[in-house]
């Protein structure tokens, strides 16, 4: 089955301890994207990447890192995290190829929250 | 950046009946594609249906549907018949052609109610 996948789904932890969102897809897709979603201000990009090894800063960068080494993972860190991350957090991918209108693919999300 | 703006934080159709979603969106750009995702409760974001800005032929999908007025940067979702599993945050998003990148804009959503 085609799909994204985030790990963890929700996550309790305390200002200052580094963590790791996993996101993983099977559909050999170049795109994939964090998002952070909150009341009122909808979905923000965080970060993108077109490829391996290619990353782009979104909307709402600061605080966060990626990587992309391999194409199905993009793992989103938060090395010092801090209230204000308090979110809930989507990844995404999407294929490369065709007019530009792919749709994008998103994972069910992780609820983090940060005390 | 560009911006996506939904003016209508909560929206309420009775079931059945025919609602209408807004969106704007403000940009330079003269080729993009505009998206509408649905977010049911159990926050999986659903692709409901998507428009290319350089066809004026408006897209529809089922009992979705959109009005698409490239001029007025405007880009609304009219859903038919609606059902209460249409119930749930619409979000509008906007994508540049010019493969400058993999950004999207999203707007802030609105909350669709459907009253049996």
């Known amino acids: 089955e085609a799909q994204v996948t985030q790990n963890p789904r929700y996550l309790i932890t305390v200002t200052g301890k580094k963590l790791t969102v996993t996101c993983s897809q099977n559909?050999?897709?170049?795109?994939m994207s964090w998002y952070r979603q909150d009341p009122g201000l909808g979905l923000r990009q965080i970060y993108y990447s077109m490829n391996v090894e290619v990353t782009d800063k979104g909307d709402v960068p600061e605080g966060y890192k990626v990587s992309r080494k391999e194409k199905r993972n993009f793992p989103l860190i938060l090395e010092s995290p801090s209230p204000n991350q308090t979110s809930l957090y989507f990844c995404?991918?999407?294929?490369?190829?065709?007019?530009?209108?792919?749709?994008?693919?998103f994972g069910d999300g992780t609820r983090l929250s940060i005390l | 950046a560009q911006t996506v703006t939904q003016s209508q934080p909560e929206m309420s159709v009775q079931e059945a009946e025919t609602v209408t979603l807004s969106c704007t969106y403000d940009t330079s750009e003269s080729d993009y594609y505009l998206f509408w995702y649905k977010q049911p409760p159990s926050r999986q974001m659903i692709l409901v249906i998507r428009q290319e800005a350089y066809k004026q032929q408006n897209a529809t999908e089922n009992r979705f549907s959109v009005n698409f007025q490239k001029a007025a940067k405007s880009f609304s979702l009219k859903i038919s018949d609606s059902q209460l599993g249409d119930a749930a945050m619409y979000f509008c998003?906007?994508?540049?052609?010019?493969?400058?990148?993999?950004?999207?804009?999203f707007g802030t959503g609105t909350s669709l109610t459907v009253i049996p």
């Open positions: 998003a906007y994508r540049s052609a010019l493969f400058t990148g993999n950004q999207f804009y």
């Open positions: 995404a991918s999407s294929f490369a190829g065709g007019s530009g209108n792919q749709p994008q693919h």
């Open positions: 559909m050999n897709h170049e795109y």
